[in-house]
T-cell receptor, first 110, second 116 residues
Framework: KAGVTQTPRYLIKTRGQQVTLSCSPI?????VSWYQQTPGQGLQFLFE???????NKGNFPGRFSGRQFSNSRSEMNVSTLELGDSALYLC?????????FGPGTRLTVL | AQTVTQSQPEMSVQEAETVTLSCTYD???????LFWYKQPPSRQMILVIR??????QNATENRFSVNFQKAAKSFSLKISDSQLGDTAMYFC?????????????FGKGTKLSVIP
């Protein structure tokens, strides 16, 4: 089976712009979670989607949003980018209480 | 809320030696899962080992084993016969099953360097 894929792998944006990241889960996995990884805060949970519904959300501002499509692919969107949003964004698909991670999208905000 | 603490920010070990990474956690739950993930310089997060809290037997995966002490809320990872490819960040993580959520709570990580 193919693993979790994330696109794009690298992204450079400027403050105030918005960005959309994409995640395709492992075939058959219906749950997709997103995490933000920074040197200062470590790995923090953003949100989780299951069958197109958000069923859990971390403590992030409303600028961070996501959605999931009927084929389980998920997108996350960050509006009005800030310098502090520079991070590695990891997506994970889940089944049977295990999460499998994608390679991440490295976002740099200038 | 659950918390996960890794008290060793950095560690090093000689190739072929054994090293133990520490992890403690705080929870009021009785049923949960614990994980160790490895993140090499490529940044790909890889599952190393998983432990279910209701299982008394410590999990083992080849050269990797855990010492799970439920009463002490401790979950350490032992790497035997360390190899250069074990050089990576290691994260301890907690998952509370139920309510259909797979959310993981991570520790801050331990950077492990294997020295030739």
């Amino acid at each position: 089976k193919a693993g979790v894929t994330q696109t794009p792998r690298y992204l450079i944006k400027t403050r105030g712009q918005q960005v959309t990241l994409s995640c395709s889960p492992i075939s058959g996995h219906r749950s997709v979670s997103w995490y933000q990884q920074t040197p200062g805060q470590g790995l923090q949970f953003l949100f989780e989607y299951f069958s197109e519904t958000q069923r859990n959300k971390g403590n992030f501002p409303g600028r961070f949003s996501g959605r999931q499509f009927s084929n389980s692919r998920s997108e996350m969107n960050v509006s009005t980018l800030e310098l502090g949003d520079s991070a590695l964004y990891l997506c994970a698909s889940s089944v049977h209480n295990e999460q499998f991670f994608g390679p991440g999208t490295r976002l740099t905000v200038l | 809320a659950q918390t996960v603490t890794q008290s060793q920010p950095e560690m090093s070990v000689q190739e072929a030696e054994t090293v133990t990474l520490s992890c403690t956690y705080d929870t009021s739950e009785s049923n949960y899962y614990l994980f160790w993930y490895k993140q090499p310089p490529s940044r790909q997060m890889i599952l190393v080992i998983r432990q279910e809290a209701y299982k008394q037997q410590n999990a083992t995966e080849n050269r990797f084993s855990v010492n799970f002490q439920k009463a002490a809320k401790s979950f350490s990872l032992k790497i035997s016969d360390s190899q250069l490819g074990d050089t990576a960040m290691y994260f301890c993580a907690f998952m509370k099953p139920g309510a259909g959520s797979y959310q993981l709570t991570f520790g801050k990580g331990t950077k492990l360097s294997v020295i030739p």
